[in-house]
């Protein structure tokens, strides 16, 4: 009862009402438990279904921040700074050619190559874009020296931070004219 | 004087209950800031909004609204001109055994070419920069002048608990025309920095704060600087009529912090360095801000890391910014090899969450002017070795056997809302398709000044039990080594990150989302983003009731906060 005695005088010290009933331990999220990248940043990389042996392939994006001393990476200019670790199953092994990862920004105004993917279909890649999605294509050969894929695309994701867009004409704002944002 | 608490027994098991009872303002009549602000934009209560970006529309059924708290400004009634003008810090060298006397008063502050009432330590802004050698013991004996009860809270000093400075728990609130004396015993090195524990959102925010850089007595402690400076980052909300009120009973920001309009650097707006040519610079850098995080840089400026809370990194490194959060301190040195003038920068990628973009922002911080006379060039090149500091590995090398073992507790961060417009709620709904791990600039200073200490509650959770804040009960002896993971919960209703304070302790951040932290420093205060899981080890050597809290002002007096015995005697 010292408890809820206590949990009382927070309440009333606080300005409550009356006291808010706290979430028990079998009511509380169940991540606590586990360590690893946040699954709240991580993203599904969604086969095209246009390449053979690609039909039934999924993957996952996962996120962590890039190596630092202050415990979350930015770039000098405050770019959030990731290191990206992406897992492809179920997806078969190319009949000819290689598969090829990509980091691009959203309007593909910047396009970063990452690499060739190993035949574990994993691969980390740091990326310093706010907004971002990782591109998997098939190309004939890996050229280190492409500014953009030729193939095609295979699977495709998108940063978690994508999802935010415009509340214009959105929830309270919808009766916002949302041309009148560039809409 | 020796420290009393009125009324112990009630503080029973929960000994922040008395903290927590000394949070709303306890002001004279009049006080409030109502009437004091005679003006076209003031509405109901005294109060005036912040700014805005006049593109965002204002959420639909707001128009008007305001807190539903009384405001605040300090030092209503007071002939501005019969205040002291506030005095930069000066330095004081504290010997083993000196006494300072410290006063708590108002003071008059010029910003942006016009003067406000705030608060000062001895008058000065930041308060006195304390200077004193590691092991010593020096006195304060802190007299209040202000209208509002205060404490004093040495950030980051493993002091003897009594004189930790938190209200309800470890001394009662030094009242107006009251005194109290500290006694401060300084076991480590490191850049430490003094405020008040009791409404912090106001108080610290209104000037109190000051500096306590501990030396050791290794002359090679650091490694070859020309000169140190120090810089005290902040921010400050204005608008063009002058300083935006403060909650009475309790804190506006609630959801996300204070944000300031107006950044500050040791109080200025223009701060100035003059240096020459190849001249390294040791900076000290606290972040003594409500909420903002800062990203530090000097354009043109190599940069690397040396230090941070509480001694040095087991390894320099090379950096191009520094993400400083609220109360932590970093330590750089920073070699200036081009003449000119540069400037020191915040450079963020804040977030538009009407139009769901992220923009850049940069807010200039200062200026340092590079001279082309040459510094002595010894020092210079010394700055190109990136050093191991074998002493804090071989420290930190005992603590290693605990590294990979299970948690001895685990934190959940979230919080819960009540009786918040619909319209904030809606759109609190829909924001959450996407939240940042950090908050940089308030995106929403409408929603954010609505919210309340009274609506919002932070919530740090014990997993285990389900106890939350100040129910939890933790109890330890001096000597053990404790593991916490802290998760910051996602799917909270506005999740947002936190810096988390330990008090009395230190701790090491052993891995972040299951990356163990390759460069390891001893902290007081460090960051928990969005989503993320956080270790860290916290070596219980101070004896003692200790406060462990969320450093966002606003967030603490929302009620984030719990409180740990450590039994025993100290060592």
Not at chain 2, 160 to 189: H, K, L, W
Not at chain 2, 499 to 519: A, F, K, S, T
Request: contains cysteine.
């Amino acid at each position: 009862m010292v408890a809820a005695s206590a949990a009382a005088l927070f309440a009333a010290v606080l300005g409550l009402e009356g006291p808010v009933p706290p979430v028990r331990a079998a009511e509380a999220s169940v991540a606590c438990g586990v360590t690893g990248p946040p699954e709240y940043y991580s993203f599904p990389l969604v086969s095209t279904k246009r390449v053979p042996g690609s039909g039934q392939a999924t993957g996952l994006g996962e996120l962590t921040f890039a190596p630092s001393p202050f415990g979350f990476a930015l770039s000098p200019e405050g770019n959030y700074r990731y290191r990206v670790s992406l897992t492809v199953d179920r997806l078969a092994p190319p009949a000819t050619g290689v598969y090829v990862v990509w980091v691009t920004t959203p309007s593909l105004d910047r396009i970063e190559l990452a690499g060739a993917f190993d035949d574990r279909h994993a691969m980390d890649v740091e990326v310093d874009f706010n907004k971002f999605l990782v591109v998997i294509t098939l190309e004939d050969a890996y050229d280190p020296e492409a500014a953009v894929w030729s193939g095609p695309i295979v699977l495709r994701g998108m940063s978690r931070s994508g999802m935010m867009h415009t509340m214009a004409g959105h929830g309270p704002f919808e009766q916002e004219n949302c041309a009148a944002y560039g809409y | 004087m020796r420290p009393t608490v009125t009324d112990r027994a009630r503080r029973g098991r929960f000994p922040i209950i008395g903290f927590l009872a000394t949070l709303a303002l306890t002001v004279p009549a009049g006080a409030a800031a109502q009437g004091d602000m005679a003006h076209g934009d003031t509405l109901s209560g005294g109060w005036r909004m912040p700014p805005m970006n006049p593109a965002m529309p204002v959420l639909p059924g707001l128009g008007g609204a305001v807190p539903p708290v009384a405001a605040f400004l300090p030092g209503v009634g007071v002939d501005l001109s019969s205040l002291p003008e506030a005095q930069p810090s000066s330095v004081v060298e504290m010997a083993d055994g000196d006494t300072l006397d410290v006063t708590i008063s108002l003071v008059r502050r010029e910003i942006l070419g016009r003067d406000y009432a705030m608060y000062g330590y001895n008058g000065q802004y930041p308060g006195p920069l304390i200077r004193a050698d590691r092991g010593s013991t020096f006195v304060v004996r802190v007299t209040n002048e202000i209208e509002l009860p205060s404490t004093v809270h040495w950030h980051g000093v493993r002091i003897d608990n009594r004189f930790d400075g938190v209200p309800g728990v470890t001394q009662d609130p030094i009242g107006t025309g009251e005194s109290f004396t500290y006694e401060v015993r300084v076991p480590d090195a490191g850049m430490f920095w003094y405020h008040p524990h009791t409404r912090e959102d106001v108080q610290q925010d209104l000037g109190l704060y000051g500096n306590l850089l501990v030396s050791s007595p290794d002359p090679g402690y650091f490694g070859p600087a020309h000169r140190e400076e120090v810089m005290v980052l902040d921010d400050i909300l204005m608008d063009d009529q002058g300083m935006i009120p403060w909650g009475l009973e309790a804190p506006t920001h609630a959801l996300m912090g204070r944000f300031g309009t107006v950044m500050l650097v040791n109080g200025l707006t223009d701060y100035r360095l003059e240096v020459r040519r190849g001249e390294v610079v040791r900076f000290y850098l606290t972040n003594v801000a409500n909420t903002r995080t800062f990203n530090l840089r000097f354009p043109g400026a190599r940069m690397k890391i040396v230090a941070s809370d509480m001694g040095k990194f087991e390894r320099e490194e090379w950096v191009g910014s520094v993400p400083i959060a609220p109360a932590e301190r970093y330590v750089v040195d920073v070699r200036f090899d081009r003449a000119g003038e540069t400037t020191i920068l915040n450079s963020i990628q804040a977030v538009d969450h009407f139009r769901g973009e992220f923009y850049p922002q940069v807010d200039t911080l200062g200026t340092v002017s590079v001279s082309e006379e040459l510094a002595e060039t010894m020092v210079s090149r010394g700055f190109e070795t990136l050093r191991e500091n074998a002493d804090v590995q071989a420290d930190i090398n005992g603590f290693r056997k605990h590294f990979d073992r299970p948690p001895d507790h685990e934190l959940e961060a979230t919080l819960r809302v009540r009786n918040l417009p619909l319209s904030i709620v809606r759109t609190m709904e829909i924001d959450t398709l996407y939240v940042p791990p950090m908050e940089w600039n308030d995106a929403m200073p409408m929603m954010n000044w609505l919210s309340t200490g009274t609506q919002v509650t932070w919530i740090l959770r014990d997993r285990a039990t389900g106890d939350e804040n100040g129910d939890i009960d933790w109890t330890f002896d001096v000597g053990d080594v404790v593991k916490i993971r802290i998760f910051n919960n996602p799917d909270a209703f506005h999740p947002m990150h936190h810096p988390i304070h330990v008090h009395g302790q230190r701790y090491l951040v052993l891995e972040r989302d299951g990356v163990p932290n390759p460069n390891l420093v001893w902290k007081d205060t460090a960051v928990v983003p969005v989503g993320s899981t956080v270790d860290i080890l916290v070596e219980m050597s101070n004896p003692g009731e200790w406060m462990m809290h969320c450093h966002i002002a606003e967030h603490l007096h929302a009620g984030m906060m719990l409180s740990f015995e450590v039994r025993g005697e100290a060592n």
